[in-house]
Every structure is written in C-alpha cells, then in structure tokens.
C-alpha cells in the first residue's frame, strides 16, 4: 500500500521559533505547510529552508489570525488541496507594549494568539487521522503565570499591567490546550492536545518594544538568559513529535529559570489548571465567534 505523505500546518512559520519547529518537521520528513501572514518574508524562510533540504515538500498559505475571514479562506484553501492533516503547530504570535484592537474591535493579542488559534483549529480538526500521532500543538508562554482569563475584561482595559494582555492571551493558550484534550478524549478520539512554550529566545516577538530598552537587553540579559530559537523550539517538536507524549502535557525548557535548556514537562500554576475556567473561556471563545467548536466522535 502507498504510504500517505504526512503533513503539518505552522502557523507564523515565517521566522523565530516557527521557522525552527518547520526545519525540524522537514527533516522528519513531513510536508509542511507555512501559514503566514506576511508572504514576503514567508517566501524567503521558503527559498532559505529548501536550500538547505532541496526535496523538502514546503509550501506557503496566506492567513492573517487576527482575521476570522483570512482564517477562513486558509482552511477552504488547505482543504480543497489535503484530505488529512497529521500535525497542526498553533505557533503564530504577537506581544505589544501599547494597546492595540483587531479589526472586530478584540484585543489583538487574545484575538491572534488565542481565538485565531481556535478557530483554525475547529475548521481542520477533523482532517486528523484518529491516532495518537495526530497533535495539536498549542503555544503558550512563561507568561502564562502572570495572569488570569479576565471573564469580565477580555480586552483588558481595567488591567495596569503592560503585558497582561499577552499574558492572558498565552494562559488562554495553554487552558485551550487542556480543554480540547478533556473533549477528544469525551469524545473517544485518540488525536493528541499538547501545549509548549519556547522558553526565552531573542526573536521578532520583541519587534514592538523600545529600541533603547531592546538594546540594552541584547548586551546583558539575552545572552545569559535566553537560548537560540533552534533550541528554544526543541520543546515543542517533542510535544509535536514523541511517542510517549500523553494528551494535555506541557513541555518548556528545563534548565536556568526554565528560560533555556533541554526540553522536559514544563512548570504551571494552579489557575492554569481550573478546568472551570477552562470550560468558561471555551464558551465564550465560541461566543465571541458566534459558532460552536463541537469534538464530534
Ligand atoms: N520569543 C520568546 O521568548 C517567546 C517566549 C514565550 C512564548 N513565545 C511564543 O512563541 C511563539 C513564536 O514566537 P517567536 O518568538 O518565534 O516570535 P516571532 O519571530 O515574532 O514569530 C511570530 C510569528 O507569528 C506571526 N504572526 C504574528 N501575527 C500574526 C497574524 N496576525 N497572523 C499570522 N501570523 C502572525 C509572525 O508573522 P509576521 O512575519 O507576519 O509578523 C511570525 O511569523 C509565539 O506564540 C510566542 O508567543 C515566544
């Protein structure tokens, strides 16, 4: 029998950690599809990736996550052109020191990082095969520990704090990852939630910040601190990857401050845990897009 070519979306795979989890895939031998939003730069990672590993099966894809009809339009795409999808890497994702608002007048970072994320997930799941190799990988953060999902304040308007927005975008991240695992696994599926998160790594998430501030970064803190984007995507292709992964595991960097190092099962808090809010934020992910997200069985 022909074996079935296996096949990942990364979404944001244009640079950084992205670019990493799509170069590590590739040499897995998977087909990978890129989905970005900014396709000049996609295109390059493209020529770049294909340089290295000439008879990679590589393609770009056009989606904007902050954009529920762009999402849309990628998945119409992604599923006139596949019948199957093996592994789905929710990587994409945006941190602003200032606010900043989608086009549907959401907080850009719970709108890209979380419910982007959720929407693309519910239009493709069900090209997964049902097998324990099937993952969902969801992009969370160290961040996730600074916050809470502010029910009565998603657009964080009440919050003091610069970063809570990403903060809260990255918790919900990681709490979508539980509760997709929590309704497979009701749902008698064998495909796999996982979460991750990179640890610290110099990137273009930090594009947005002072330059002075980014600066003086770069000469003290990031080289003492933070990892390459190579390793800092380590834990994320073995949530992608591993065979004894089990559903609902979170995997980071477990070396200094878990910033860097070799990837392991990474470190949460209790809230991160509440399977209420969980279940809450679900609810209203389904709201704000004015669609239920059923796990068929
Ligand atoms: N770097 C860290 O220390 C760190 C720590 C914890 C977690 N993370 C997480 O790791 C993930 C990857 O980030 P990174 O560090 O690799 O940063 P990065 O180099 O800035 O990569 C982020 C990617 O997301 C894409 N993206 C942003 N907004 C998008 C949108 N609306 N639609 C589609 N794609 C969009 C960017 O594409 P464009 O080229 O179009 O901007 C880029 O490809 C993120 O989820 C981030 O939250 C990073």
């Known amino acids: ?22 170069r590590g895939l590739l040499k897995e031998g998977f087909q990978v599809v890129m989905a970005c939003r900014n396709l000049e730069k996609a295109n390059r990672a493209k020529e770049q990736l294909l340089t290295e590993m000439p008879s990679s099966l590589l393609e770009v894809s056009a989606i904007d996550l902050s954009d529920l009809e762009s999402i849309k339009s990628f998945a119409r795409e992604f599923r006139s052109k596949f019948q ?3 592994i789905l890497i929710n990587n994409a994702g945006v941190l602003f ?23 693309l997930t519910s239009l493709l799941l069900d090209l997964m095969p049902d097998s324990t190799s099937s993952r969902v990988v969801s992009l969370s953060s160290l961040a996730h520990k600074k916050a809470e ?21 990255k918790l919900a991240c990681l709490l979508f990852a539980d509760e997709l695992q929590r309704k497979l696994h009701l ?32 000469l003290t803190f990031v080289p ?52 209420d809010v969980a279940q809450q934020l679900w609810e209203v992910s389904e709201q704000m897009l004015g669609e239920p997200f059923a796990v068929e069985n």
Request: with cysteine; proline share 5%.
């Open 1 to 22: 029998m022909e074996e079935v070519q296996k096949l990942a979306v990364v979404t944001g795979a244009n640079s950084g950690v992205g670019y990493e989890v799509t």
């Open 84 to 86: 199957h999808l093996n």
């Open 97 to 119: 020191n200032k606010p900043k608002r989608n086009k549907a007048n959401l907080e850009m970072q719970f709108a890209t990082n979380h419910l982007g994320h959720f929407l």
């Open 149 to 169: 999902i502010y029910f009565d304040d998603i657009n964080c308007e009440q919050q003091t704090k610069w970063d809570a927005p990403y903060a809260q975008s």
């Open 187 to 218: 749902a008698g599926k064998k495909v796999l939630s996982v979460a991750a998160h990179p640890g610290g790594t110099d990137s273009g998430l930090f594009d947005h910040m002072p330059k002075l501030f980014m600066q003086v970064l770069r």
């Open 224 to 275: 003492l601190f933070l990892h390459s984007n190579e390793s800092a995507a380590r834990p994320i292709l073995k949530a992608a990857l591993e065979g004894n992964v089990k559903g609902g595991e979170f995997f980071g960097p477990t070396g200094l401050f878990e910033m860097k190092g070799p990837p392991g099962l990474a470190k949460r808090t209790k809230y991160s845990k509440r399977e």
